[in-house]
């Protein structure tokens, strides 16, 4: 084929018009890219994926929030801390728009960090309606906890009751909640044992008092003033064991409560390899109320005992959790070739712990009872759903109901941590190498075919 010149124009004008739809292909794509922003996490716990608790907590926050980055731009080791400040905050910016993060190099200026109570190398300050929250832990559950204070606002008093040998939620004993108290803390509870042997009356601006199982029996004075806490609508957390009630009677009179005594046998923990005393609790399991509404995670309660309750006008009663569908609750000595007997056992399911509600005057009292208080022990917390149960439990009692969600968790998996000479390398290999051998492979090719 003869080429003229006017075939020549004919392939320049191709060739020219190729050219410029790629230039425009390639900005519209950056134009694409720069306005909207498709990601998927690959990480085996989505650890870079704000979870739907989060996403809830997010939620829940009615107008902007402001947080202010001290750190030096670089680390120790090189590494941009504020680029990593940055991609940290990012994805929360993205779910809540008017987040704004400032960052402040504490080196070159001293005064602000110093004003801002700033005490640590690195930390965040969270800034919620003129309330604040310091953060030196980068990690969603941390953030997380820090936004929530910050939405609740006042910090609600936790009481439990003390002096009678219960478990305290300040103990570091194996039967002690002092794990779950720390939680309570970090989620912006104030936890403060109150013995009423010495206290004139539970004291009205508790949120909630907690009764954990008391080890020897209560004066009648000191039930008395429970009685009071309840009949001026007081709120209640009640962990109850397989023991004697020691002198509270009259409170569980109160709410109408039917303790069968013994044990809850559930036959599904042996597929645990767990004892039969153990009793678990799976969503199935879960009743239609704000507690475990969104809760789906196993929970795990040793030697459980039965909840029951009297209808009445005055309450309204919800039970919450019932296990052990094959299993039953007896009062002999637990062993691993335990069975059923029909003439002493009463057959499962069994309803280990239900919500009471009534009104008050102009307010809204709430009671939770739990036939088990070792689910919330320093042993038990972290099994399961656990710690969600009971945070939940809390954030109802003390009327914080859009509060109750899944708590986050740490990611499992850990991040790859790739030192500054090996990014180099891996920079320089796609950058500067790949390009360069492709172009030299090309030149070959072509001026191989040119030859031929």
Not at 323 to 350: E, H, Q
Request: charged share 20%.
């Amino acid at each position: 084929m003869e080429v003229t010149r006017k075939l020549r124009l004919q392939l320049l004008a191709n060739h020219g018009l190729f050219v410029v739809l790629l230039l425009a292909l390639v900005a519209l794509l950056a134009y694409v890219a720069r306005e909207y922003r498709l990601e998927h996490d690959l990480t085996r716990t989505h650890r870079n994926t704000l979870s739907a608790a989060t996403l809830d907590v997010l939620k829940q926050i009615d107008g902007p929030v402001s947080v202010t980055a001290y750190a030096a731009e670089k680390g120790a080791r090189g590494e941009d801390l504020h680029r990593s400040i940055r991609e940290f905050v990012r994805p929360y910016q993205r779910a809540k728009p008017d987040i704004a993060l400032t960052l402040v190099d504490p080196r070159e200026q001293p005064r602000a960090a110093a004003a801002a109570g700033v005490r640590t190398p690195i930390a965040l300050v969270a800034e919620y309606k003129e309330r604040t929250e310091h953060l030196t832990e980068f990690n969603e559950q941390s953030f997380a906890n820090a936004l929530m204070r910050l939405t609740r606002g006042a910090e609600r008093l936790v009481l439990w009751l003390d002096g009678h040998g219960e478990r305290k939620l300040t103990g570091g004993a194996n039967h002690d909640l002092g794990e779950f108290g720390r939680q309570l803390q970090h989620k912006g509870f104030r936890v403060h044992g109150v013995n009423l042997a010495l206290a004139q009356e539970v004291p009205a601006n508790a949120a909630l008092l907690v009764i954990a199982s008391p080890q020897v029996d209560l004066l009648a004075g000191e039930v008395e003033k429970i009685r009071r806490h309840l009949a001026q609508g007081g709120n209640l957390f009640w962990l109850l064991d397989p023991e004697p009630l020691r002198g509270l009677q009259p409170v569980a009179e109160m709410l109408g409560l039917v303790l069968t005594p013994g044990v809850v046998v559930d036959p599904r923990a042996g597929q645990l390899n767990a004892s039969p005393a153990f009793a678990v609790g799976v969503a199935a399991g879960y009743s239609r109320h704000p507690v475990t509404a969104q809760l789906s995670l196993n929970t795990l309660f040793p030697f459980a005992r039965q909840i029951g309750f009297i209808e009445s006008e005055e309450w309204r009663t919800t039970p919450l959790i019932e296990v052990a569908p094959r299993g039953w609750v007896t009062a002999a000595k637990i062993t691993d070739s335990l069975s059923f007997n029909k003439n002493r056992d009463v057959p499962g399911p069994v309803t280990i712990a239900a919500a009471f509600e009534r009104s008050v005057g102009d307010k809204q009292q709430r009671v939770v009872v739990v036939g088990n208080g070792g689910f919330l022990s320093n042993t038990f917390l972290g099994n399961g759903g656990n710690l969600d149960l009971g945070i939940n439990i809390v954030n109802w009692l003390s009327g914080d109901d859009r509060l109750i969600t899944i708590q986050p968790r740490p990611a499992a998996d850990s991040m790859l941590d790739i030192d500054q000479v090996t990014l180099y390398l891996i920079a320089l290999s796609f950058l500067l190498v790949l390009p360069c051998a492709f172009a030299v492979t090309g030149a070959l090719i072509w001026w191989r075919r040119r030859r031929t």
